[in-house]
């Protein structure tokens, strides 16, 4: 049994971001960024890039979302966290633990909300 669950448990690992290929991570979660055509997304869309890091924010305060988590790129803000997707991201954020995100696919779809899909990882 101890077997099974070590060899479970290392599918789950994998190299980090391009770079180092020592560090080792625990993949959260892939979802698309929300509500990307009300904020930054159109004005940057075309600089994004496969790989790009953005920057996960918890926003407790948020009055439509208690698990909000805004979803930066260089500083501008694309989105947020689909709501059906943010409890255990927003709970990570909240214990203080330091979850990456990375964009993993770019579409130019007539659906705004599928236009940026991401990763997000937590570093071991």
């Not at 255990?88 to 130019?108: E, P, T």
């Amino acid at each position: 049994m101890r077997r099974l669950v070590a060899a479970s448990l290392a599918a789950c690992f994998a190299p980090a971001f391009a770079g180092n290929s020592q560090d080792t991570y625990l993949l959260v979660g892939v979802c698309f960024v929300n509500s990307f055509e009300h904020y930054d997304g159109k004005r940057v869309f075309s600089r994004m890039r496969v790989g790009d890091l953005l920057r996960l924010v918890r926003e407790a305060g948020n009055s439509q979302d208690d698990n909000a988590v805004r979803v930066e790129w260089r500083g501008h803000k694309l989105g947020y966290i689909p709501s059906s997707s943010n409890e255990g991201v927003a709970r990570q954020l909240d214990f203080g633990n330091r979850l990456r995100a990375r964009v993993i696919r770019l579409s130019r779809h007539r659906d705004p909300n599928r236009r940026v899909e991401m990763e997000i990882i937590l570093p071991l």
